[in-house]
């Protein structure tokens, strides 16, 4: 038979739970008491929180527990990786129906903890609850290491635009599988296969988390983590900068030519590509500006430049305003 939620009390649950957990080398005092105690040697921290809510942000019948964990925690640890900081702990609300599988619960604590561990951060608390449908609520912490945040204001005219980590797979991911051109499992761990890594792109999305640290050690102006589309994250920058940011379309090229595959599988064409580099959100890349002198850091390519606003700060497609550009204006959310 099945062990459900519904079948365990609060501390048995729990039980099962903790043990799954990493530990950080940050946390003084974890899970376990009324609160956690987490040192936060540079004398500040960075704080973030994201929510997933089940049938919003994930499909159960696609999402194992270990995915949902996988991508709540990289979401967060996204968050502080923007900043220029290192994640150091998590705290994470899970609000579930008792019909739930312990299974799944147990999944989701593992999918953290390797989210984590590979980001070097701990889980050290948390709240239980329940609910109609899953809803993963993490709270973030990370620490600077001595350096200053990496705001989203600080682009400046000249600046080369660079990007780390994948762009449009998680789209990709998601539209192969609502189309059944792909099941859960051609993402799953280990699977193989032309579609596999999109699908896993959706499933647990892979930000490039050393590339924080190693974009303030090259000079980065400003930065973020692109969760709503290249053109809506690089146009918050845009905003806060009061610049306007050129993306280059040849330089760009080779992330859409990296769908060729889904493309394909779908029917669609190029343009198609090219609106899910350009709008596919939920990748968790790095977008970040550096002075026209700097060494990219590893993991970064340059996809533009910065300019002086000549009147509203924007982002440009070759120069062109994207919103009338034909191809990607069926993927805006
Ligand atoms: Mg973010």
Redesign the pocket.
Known sequence: MTLLVRDLDETALLARIFPLLPAGAATLVGPGDDAAVVAAPDGRYVVSTDVLVEDLHFRRRWSTGYDVGVRAAAQNL??VA?MGGRPTALVVALAIPGDLEVAWVEGLARGLADACSHAGAAVVGGDLSGAGVVMVSVAVHGDLGGAAPVLRSGARPGDVVAHAGVRGWSAAGLALLEAGKARPEDGALGAAGPLARYVAGYLRPAPPLDGGPAAVAAGVTAM??V?DGLLRDAGRIARASGVVVDLDAVALAPYAADLGAAVAALGRDDDDALGWVLSGGEDHGLLATFPPDAALPAGFTRIGSVRAADGSPRVTVDGLAPDVGPGWDHFRS
């Open positions: 996204a968050d923007a973020l983590d969760s």
